[in-house]
């Protein structure tokens, strides 16, 4: 069983200042939340300041993008030796990116590629939209996502990996998958990344849930059988609701 795992997505909130003051609140918040894996991806601007608030914790910091190039001529882009001097994860494939900046599964692939060589473990972002649910097409639209970003990685990196079912429609309107359609999703979802490893890499693989987890909703989630944990956006900007949240997954432990 894969180790519960819950990441704070702090999207383009914070300011420098905001950001440290936060860290600083969630350091003590997410202490003692033993058994789960507490990551934090603030702002690239603030990865560093972060980063120094955690030194001496057990809490991990990670960026929210990277670039697939090594380095080069890509303005205003950051690559992964970058910000492996500062962090330990990287989001890759958020539905944000992807339909705001019209990333697609080539790309993504690139980065997840890079990341692991680097040594990043890549939070590779999956998930449905409304459309596509509504047509029928979800369970193909996540395995194709999954087919294109972990393509040509091998087994063991996938081991690596963490995975993020986010279904678009859930993210950021308070309209959370119940957990009865979160784990139908899950289960395919490891069955897709055993048929891309092996079943033995894929059931320690953590597989997150993310759009609108709270407190409230978080327990409920958590007793799902294959759902390790929580990807987490506007709650995470609040550190008891995301401590909450951790300590609903460290159950699972
Ligand atoms: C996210 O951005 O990854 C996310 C899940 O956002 P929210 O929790 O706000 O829905």
């Known amino acids: 069983m894969a180790k519960p795992f819950v990441a704070g997505n702090w999207k383009m909130n914070t300011s420098i200042s905001e950001a440290i003051k936060l860290a600083r609140a969630l350091r003590p918040a997410l202490s003692g939340i033993d058994g789960v894996t507490r ?5 690239f601007i603030s990865l560093a300041g972060v980063s120094a608030e955690f030194v001496g914790s057990d809490i991990k910091v ?4 990277m670039h697939s190039e090594p380095k080069g001529a890509f303005t205003g882009e950051i690559a992964g030796a970058m910000l492996k001097d500062v962090c330990d994860y990287v989001i890759l494939g958020h539905s944000e990116r992807r339909q705001l900046l019209g990333e697609q599964d080539d790309f993504i692939n690139a980065k997840v590629r890079a990341a692991l060589e680097i040594g990043l473990t890549p939070i590779l972002c999956v998930g449905e939209t409304l459309d596509q649910r509504e047509a029928g097409n979800a369970g193909t639209v996540v395995e194709g996502q999954l087919q294109g970003g972990l393509r040509d990685v091998s087994a063991e990196d996938i081991g690596r990996s963490v995975v993020a079912y986010e279904p678009v429609w859930a993210i950021g309107t308070g309209r959370a998958a119940t957990p009865e359609m979160a ?3 899950m289960g395919l979802i490891r069955y897709e990344v055993a ?7 894929a059931g320690n693989v953590p597989l997150l849930y993310g759009g609108s987890v709270n407190a409230e909703n978080a327990a409920e989630l958590a007793e799902q059988r294959d759902l ?5 956006g506007g709650a995470s900007l609040k550190a008891d609701d995301f401590a909450a949240i951790a300590k609903a997954f460290a159950t699972r432990a």
């Not at 990551?39 to 702002?43: A, E, F, K, Q, T």
């Not at 390790?228 to 987490?232: F, H, I, M, Q, R």
Request: aromatic share 0%.
């Open 39 to 43: 990551v934090i991806c603030p702002p």
């Open 62 to 65: 990670g960026a929210q993008n």
């Open 183 to 185: 784990q139908e999703m």
């Open 195 to 201: 048929r891309l490893s092996h079943i033995e890499i």
């Open 228 to 232: 390790d944990g929580a990807l987490v």
